[in-house]
């Protein structure tokens, strides 16, 4: 079985300040991992995934994350957030096994950037 | 390339009548997964279905809820004799038919309301 955990449920922030997003995992098997941003009333867009190779992986609007093994994280960064980075963040894991197509997901993390 | 089509995008049921949901996956796509997103949570899984089959349903619901993908047309989760409970955002993901099932393309999701 897997697990997600987003340590934090809120996180506000200044316009221009950096940002991270803490995710831990648990799985017993090797996972894909993936961060989702979700704007308010919509569906769920894909910022970057991690499926092997570099641990240090670089998304769409600036962001990216860090695959941590031994530390079962990965967590999401951005040095400076804008205030339409304003929305819900959620982390997900997924099974390495072919067969398995579906993901586990986080509670998500809301990111509020003020002016 | 249209992405993943849902409709309706906002349903409105009163208790006891019947909700379909309907999902369209993005062109060439033959693996679709249904989601639940209850407020102030994450999203979780729900069937895992690929053309006329069901995979992994391990996270519907025992009693009232279906769901299929025939070999044409949309894909369908039915609720049945829906309770208030049943209220929540449902999102449709779709993937392509490759031996990796690594990335899921998500829909705007069905905003189910049950009065």
């Known amino acids: 079985a897997q697990s997600v955990t987003q340590l934090d449920s809120q996180v506000p922030v200044f316009e221009e300040a950096p940002v991270e997003l803490r995710c831990n995992y648990s799985?017993?098997?090797?996972?894909?991992l993936f961060w989702y941003v979700q704007y308010p009333n919509q569906g769920l867009q894909l910022l970057l995934k991690?499926?092997?190779?570099?641990?240090l992986v670089k998304g769409i609007n600036g962001f990216e994350a860090e695959f941590n093994k031994s530390q079962t994280s990965f967590h999401l960064r951005k040095p400076s957030v804008h205030i339409s980075d304003t929305a819900e963040y959620f982390c997900a894991v997924s099974d390495y096994d072919t067969n398995a197509g579906k993901s586990t997901f986080g509670d998500g993390t809301t990111l509020t950037v003020k002016p | 390339n249209a992405g993943v089509m849902q409709n309706p995008r906002h349903l409105v049921r009163r208790r006891g009548q019947e909700a379909r949901l309907r999902c369209s996956p993005m062109k060439g796509h033959s693996h679709v997964y249904w989601y639940r997103q209850l407020p102030e949570e994450g999203l979780k899984f729900m069937v895992y279905?690929?053309?006329?089959?069901?995979?992994?349903e391990s996270g519907m619901p025992k009693e009232r809820f279906s769901a299929e993908f025939p070999k044409e047309g949309p894909s369908i989760l039915r609720i049945q004799q829906v309770v208030r409970g049943d209220s929540a955002a449902y999102f449709c993901a779709s993937s392509p038919p490759s031996l990796s099932t690594d990335t899921q393309y998500f829909g705007p999701g069905t905003r189910l309301t049950v009065l």
């Open positions: 991690y499926l092997s190779g570099s641990t």
């Open positions: 799985s017993s098997v090797s996972v894909y």
């Open positions: 279905l690929q053309k006329e089959n069901i995979i992994d």
